[in-house]
C-alpha cells in the first residue's frame, strides 16, 4: 500500500526520509521554510545558500559507517555524486593510530568502518539534487508550515487525533495541503509539541541540557599545500575544560572546531575573536599544523552553536499515542549532542524504521506503537550512551575547574570503571581487534558497548588492567596546554 506523504523540514533529516519512502512507491511532499540551494559548486552552496531552518548548517558534518554503508548498498548513484562534489572516504586503515598502521592486516568488516567527509552545505546541496530528480518526490520551497490539520477523535477523548494534513503559507497566501501521513523531519526547533499542547495533548519529554557551546572556524589549504600527517599528536580530543577537532572536507576545505563548557565565560569569550580561536588551535599540537601561515588560510570567522542538549519526546507514551497517520524523526523527536557526529546516522535509521513500519504495518494505531517500539529498541541505546558521554563531560570539566583530579576515586565502584575506561582506552591503541569493536560502536554499527560481549576483547582489557592505572592513564590524556596554561596564553586569570 503506497501512501501521499508530507515530510515538514528538507533538511538532512527530511531528504533521507524521502528517500526512504520514494523506494517504496509513496508519492511524497517536502515543505522546506528556506529557499532552494543557489546553482553553482560547493563554495556556491556554502558562502551564499541562506539556510535559516537549520542551524548546525556550517558547522562540521561527517557520515559514520551506518549511514555510508546505507548509501553505498542502496544508492550507489547518490555516493557516486558526493564523490564528484569532492567529499572524501576515510576508510579504518586511515584511521589506525601509528602504533597499529604498520602491522595492519585488513579483515572481513573493515571497509564497513569508514566516514565520508565534506561540509554539510555540500552534503544538503548534493542530496536535494539526487531527491529532485526521483520519481514522486517533490519539493515545496520558502514555505512555512503555520499548523497541523486533525481529526477529533471519538469517545473516550484519550483516543489518538488524526492528523490529515498541514496548515501552510506561501507568498503570502494561506493554504491546506491533505496527506494521508505526516511526517515531521523540522529539527530541533519543531512546532508540532507546542500544536499538539494547543489541542490537548501534551508531549511528554526528556530534556537534559549538556552544558557546553562549540565554535567552528573553516579554513582552505593554499594552492600545493597537503594536510598534515597523521601521527602520534591527534587531531581530535578532549582537554577536560576544552574539547577540539579537525574535521577535513573536500576541495582542500577543512573546519576546526572548539568546545568549551558554559560556565567558562572569559573562554568562550575569547573562541569568539578570530585571533585567539587560531591562538588556541596553535596551542594544541594535533591542530597546531593544520594552522600554520604557510599552510592554509581561513574563510570564515569563528561562529557558534548553543543550546545543546539531549532530547527525548514521547509521542507514544506507554500504549496510547498521542496520534496517528503522524510520525517525528530525527531531531524533530531525537536529539543528542551534535559534537559526537551521530545526528546524520540516527536520523537515516529512523527514516528507514518508519519506512519498514509503513511498509509491515497497516492499521495506524498499530503503526503508532510499533514505531515508537522500534524506536525505543534501536535508537534508545545510542541516545542513553551520548546522554551518559555528556554527563561524563560536565563532571570532568567541573573538577578542572574546582582544582579537583578527576583520578580521586572514593567508592570501589568507581575505581573499577575508571580502571576500566583506561585500560580500554590503551587496548584500543595498542590491540587492533579491540579497536576495531570501538569502531563498531563508534559507527552504530551495533548497539554501545556490544563489543565488549566479545571474550577476546574483555580479556584483552582485564589484561591491561593488571598494568595498573598510571601506565593506562597514559592514553587518556591529551598533549595540549592545562587549563591555567590556556588562561596565561589568553592573558586572563582563571
Not at 508519492?27 to 556554502?46: H, I, K, N, Q, Y
Not at 503522524?326 to 543528542?336: C, E, L, N, Q, S
Not at 556490544?450 to 601506565?471: P, S
Amino acid at each position: 500500500m503506497t501512501h501521499d506523504i508530507a515530510i515538514v523540514g528538507a533538511g538532512i533529516c527530511g531528504m533521507c526520509t524521502a528517500i526512504s519512502l520514494a523506494s517504496d512507491g509513496h508519492r511524497v511532499t517536502l515543505f522546506e521554510r528556506d529557499s532552494a540551494p543557489p546553482p553553482g559548486d560547493a563554495d556556491a552552496a556554502f558562502f551564499d545558500w541562506q539556510r535559516r531552518g537549520a542551524a548546525q548548517f556550517r558547522h562540521p558534518h561527517a557520515f559514520l559507517g551506518l549511514m555510508c554503508n546505507l548509501i553505498r548498498d542502496h544508492y550507489p548513484e547518490l555516493l557516486e555524486q558526493f564523490y564528484a562534489a569532492g567529499a572524501r572516504r576515510v576508510g579504518f586503515d586511515e584511521m589506525l593510530p601509528p602504533e597499529l598502521k604498520a602491522d595492519y592486516v585488513p579483515e572481513p568488516g573493515d571497509d564497513n568502518l569508514w566516514v565520508l567527509m565534506c561540509r554539510r552545505a555540500t552534503i544538503e546541496t548534493v542530496i536535494r539534487r539526487y531527491v529532485e530528480s526521483l520519481d514522486g518526490v517533490e519539493i515545496v520551497n520558502d514555505t512555512q508550515v503555520t499548523g497541523m490539520l486533525t481529526q477529533a477523535p471519538g469517545e473516550p477523548s484519550s483516543n489518538p487525533l488524526n492528523v490529515t494534513g498541514l496548515a501552510l503559507r506561501h507568498d503570502g497566501a494561506e493554504a491546506k495541503f491533505t496527506a494521508e501521513i505526516v511526517v515531521d523531519a523540522s529539527g530541533r526547533t519543531s512546532r508540532f509539541p507546542r500544536w499538539f499542547a494547543e489541542l490537548g495533548r501534551e508531549i511528554e519529554e526528556e530534556n537534559e541540557d549538556a552544558e557546553i557551546v562549540y565554535y567552528t572556524r573553516h579554513y582552505r589549504l593554499h594552492p600545493g599545500q597537503t594536510e598534515p600527517p597523521r601521527g602520534k599528536r591527534p587531531a581530535a580530543g578532549d582537554l577536560g575544560y576544552l574539547k577540539f577537532g579537525v574535521f577535513p572536507g573536500e576541495n582542500r576545505h577543512f573546519a576546526i572546531i572548539i568546545c568549551v563548557p558554559v560556565g567558562e565565560t572569559e573562554l568562550r569569550a575569547a573562541v569568539r575573536r578570530a585571533e585567539q580561536f587560531d591562538r588556541i588551535c596553535a596551542s594544541i599540537p594535533g591542530v597546531a599544523p593544520w594552522v600554520a601561515d604557510d599552510r592554509s588560510e581561513a574563510t570564515t570567522e569563528p561562529f557558534g552553536i548553543g543550546d545543546i542538549r539531549a532530547v527525548w519526546r514521547h509521542y507514544a507514551a506507554g500504549d496510547a499515542p498521542v496520534a496517528t497517520n503522524f510520525f517525528a524523526v530525527g531531531d524533530a523527536a531525537i536529539r543528542t549532542n551534535p559534537l559526537y557526529g551521530r545526528g546524520c546516522s540516527t536520523s537515516i535509521m529512523h527514516a528507514n524504521i518508519l519506512a519498514e513500519v509503513l511498509r509491515t504495518t497497516p492499521d495506524p494505531l498499530s503503526r503508532a506503537r510499533q514505531f515508537d517500539a522500534r524506536t525505543e529498541a534501536e535508537l534508545r541505546p545510542i541516545y542513553d550512551a551520548s546522554l551518559s558521554e555528556d554527563q561524563r563531560g560536565i563532571r570532568h570539566a567541573q573538577a578542572i575547574v574546582d582544582g579537583r583530579t578527576i583520578d580521586k576515586i572514593d567508592t570501589v565502584k568507581k575505581w573499577f570503571g575508571r580502571a576500566f575506561g583506561d585500560a580500554l582506552g590503551a587496548a584500543t591503541r595498542e590491540q587492533i581487534h579491540v579497536l576495531r569493536g570501538l569502531m563498531r560502536t563508534f559507527h552504530l554499527l551495533e548497539k554501545p558497548g556490544e563489543f565488549l560481549k566479545d571474550k577476546r576483547i574483555k580479556r584483552t582489557v582485564f589484561r591491561y588492567m593488571l598494568r595498573g592505572r598510571k601506565r593506562n592513564a597514559a592514553a587518556r590524556l591529551q598533549p595540549g596546554p592545562s587549563r591555567t596554561e590556556m588562561y596565561e596564553l589568553l592573558q586572563f586569570d582563571g
